[in-house]
């Protein structure tokens, strides 16, 4: 081994490094989480930032500064005016999990290259399908919700189908009906399945943006009239623009009926499984034949991990079959811990460990503390909103998701007002909201996914979008 990398191996270099980054990450928790630091996102056009970094790595600079520096100018999720993106604050355990993860490298693409990471998976499967209901429910962790997605579709249309699409290919006209607030990532699936736009059936949505489960019967109808096959429905619980969730009941009996496959997109709003007070909004997902969650959304995770369940095991099984004599003997064997039978990953992140380092340390009931306190708070802040005739909400929300506008003068064109309320407060980088679009209408968004954040942060951001707001007129 050369010098260099017996200096890179070192165990002593690597305990004097990791316990000083362990005092920065520390640090960061303290000040970010307090609101101490000023700012959520210190905001640099992309180009300018690019500049700043391309040559970074031909400066001498110790390990730990080059962590500072990527600290410093990474967006502060754990601060409690980060009110964007559906991305977890992570606990802290599960940095350490993470780190134990990476170095030990446990590819888990078979049982024998990673065998205790492959048995916690197989442990969380099984949590999991005892929460919804469904204790013969199987499955696993994938990467992300747009490959849990696309993961389920393939099943469903191999399964409702009954033709074998992985050797054969398709033959059929087909297609899956989804909201019209479906996340973009199932409109990709589709796509990538190669069904095309024809393939993707959109169902409307009411004033509450909850899918008219009175238009599938019309929808189906037409679909078959135009030679189409309907293989799924996918329901959203909850949905990502507004977070609203379908009625899950009144859809599976309707797929039920037609014997196509019923699919439940539960990456954001699958968390409430652990809580007493919000589990109803989930009724009817007991019965889905397939459901995704993410861990990474509202299950305190780092990304990515994402749970695929089936309601029968032998669907798990169906989306790839693939010859790979050296990695099993017996290729047609259902055996739950040798994954890339089943994912499409065939080298996977240990990202189960990091999602059992949670309950290990706190117990599950952290996320009914969590999840309810979140779900609380989103009501508390659209009260707050009611009361100030400056802004309007687009729905009473459902989840942590608040969608809402200043509207104080309504003889501005309040899309573009919305719109620029929001470049100006992501370039002052004090709060970090995102915005989205209902029925042609610009609307300001915060997703409560950080349990620092209090009603008093959500009183002062209506304080500085009125302020900004004003500054424009």
């Not at 200096?7 to 989480?33: I, M, Q, T």
């Not at 700012?39 to 992309?46: A, H, M, N, S, Y």
């Not at 999991?128 to 099943?155: P, R």
Request: net charge negative; hydrophobic share 40%.
């Amino acid at each position: 081994m050369s010098k260099l990398l017996q200096k890179a191996y070192d165990p002593e270099l690597f305990r004097k490094e990791g316990h000083e980054l362990v005092d920065l990450l520390a640090d960061y928790l303290k000040n970010s989480g307090s609101g101490k630091t000023k700012k959520v996102i210190d905001w640099i056009e992309p180009d300018d930032l690019y500049e700043k970094w391309k040559n970074y790595f031909e400066k001498d600079i110790p390990v730990n500064e080059f962590f500072s520096d990527l600290i410093d100018q990474s967006i502060q999720l754990h601060n409690p005016r980060y009110m964007g993106h559906q991305v977890a604050a992570p606990l802290p355990v599960t940095a350490l999990a993470s780190m134990v993860g990476s170095l030990l490298n446990n590819g888990m693409a078979i049982y024998e290259m990673g065998p205790v990471s492959s048995a916690i998976e197989k442990w969380i499967v099984t949590h999991f399908a005892k929460l919804i209901g469904n204790y013969e429910a199987d499955g696993f962790l994938t990467s992300g919700g747009t490959l849990a997605t696309l993961t389920a579709l393939l099943s469903a249309r191999q399964t409702v189908l009954e033709s074998d699409i992985w050797e054969d290919g398709l033959k059929d006209k087909v297609a899956i009906m989804v909201s019209e607030q479906a996340h973009y990532s199932v409109d990709k699936a589709v796509r990538i399945m190669g069904l095309g736009a024809s393939g993707i059936i959109k169902v409307p949505v009411d004033n509450d943006y909850k899918m008219r489960t009175d238009q599938l019967e019309p929808l189906f109808q037409k679909a078959q009239s135009d030679g189409l096959k309907i293989i799924a429905v996918v329901a959203n619980a909850c949905s990502t623009s507004t977070g609203t969730y379908d009625n899950l009941t009144a859809i599976s009996e309707f797929c039920s009926s037609k014997k196509i496959w019923f699919h439940v997109d539960a990456a954001h709003g699958g968390g409430v499984l652990y809580s007493p007070k919000y589990k109803s909004l989930l009724a009817g997902m007991e019965d889905a034949d397939s459901v995704i969650i993410d861990l990474h959304k509202m299950l305190l995770s780092p990304a990515l991990s994402t749970l695929v369940l089936f309601k029968n095991s032998d669907d798990s099984y169906k989306t790839f079959s693939q010859k790979a004599q050296y990695l099993w003997e017996n290729e047609q064997d259902k055996e739950w811990y040798n994954y890339a039978k089943r994912t499409l990953e065939c080298t996977k992140l240990m990202m189960s460990v990091r999602f059992y380092s949670i309950i290990q340390a706190y117990g599950s009931e952290i996320f009914d503390d969590y999840v309810t306190r979140q779900y609380d708070l989103a009501k508390e802040f659209s009260d707050l909103i009611k009361t100030d005739p400056n802004f309007e909400l687009a729905t009473e929300p459902m989840a942590n998701i608040v969608c809402f506008r200043y509207k104080e003068n309504k003889e501005t064109d309040l899309n573009k007002l919305n719109s620029q309320i929001r470049k100006t407060s992501l370039e002052n980088g004090e709060y970090y909201i995102v915005q989205t679009e209902l029925d042609g209408e610009t609307y300001l968004r915060v997703t409560l996914m950080n349990p620092f954040t209090e009603i008093e942060h959500l009183q002062a951001l209506l304080e500085e979008i009125e302020k900004i707001a004003k500054s424009i007129e």
